[in-house]
């Protein structure tokens, strides 16, 4: 068995690898990513989420507080896939042309046209609107992920408003959730 080295040891490393999860984002605990996201919108959000409760004790805010903070990830993790999507997509054109180039020089075969070209580009953009199957399955199990803790904290919230208010809350709901069958 390989032995971890428990990471960095001096504090530049350990500074760097900090922001490891701000790469990406999907990871980051920081509700704002620098560079990317704006303060202004995120408080903007923020403010939004909250006022649509009616919130009366401090842990019906901090329930409302980490909805808001879900859903923002959410979004995040739309914005990441849609990226992700256009930077795939964008690359389809030049991988055939290396392709055709490849097979013209490699293999003798004659150069495609340029009407060629554009015909294979378009049938790949048709065929590959996706970006690849192990990025697709990372976005996928984390909005999954994201998704079953925002409906577990508004059932928390929602129970936890109706026992304020004189109602019963159920003790037990049934949330079934799956990948489609495949």
Request: charged content about 25%.
């Amino acid at each position: 068995m390989a032995k971890r080295n428990g990471g960095p040891k001096t504090a530049r490393g350990k500074s760097r690898s900090s922001k490891n999860a701000i790469k990406h984002g999907l990871t980051s605990q920081s509700p704002v990513l620098p560079h990317v996201e704006s303060e202004d919108e995120w408080q903007s959000f923020r403010h939004g989420i909250l006022t649509s409760f009616e919130l009366d004790t401090p842990l019906e805010t901090e329930l409302a507080e980490r909805i808001a903070l879900l859903l923002w990830l959410l979004r995040r993790v739309a914005r990441y896939h849609r990226q992700k999507t256009i930077s795939f997509r964008d690359r389809i054109p030049q991988h055939v042309v290396t392709a055709a180039r490849y097979g013209a020089g490699a293999l003798g075969l004659p150069e495609p046209s340029h009407e060629e070209l554009v015909e294979r580009a378009e049938a790949l953009h048709v065929q590959l609107l996706f970006p690849e199957d192990e990025i697709l399955a990372h976005i996928v199990r984390y909005e999954a992920h994201l998704h079953r803790q925002y409906i577990q904290t508004m059932h928390e919230l929602e129970a936890f408003q109706l026992r304020r208010t004189g109602g019963h809350s159920p003790l037990a709901r049934l949330d079934i959730s799956a990948p489609p069958a495949g």
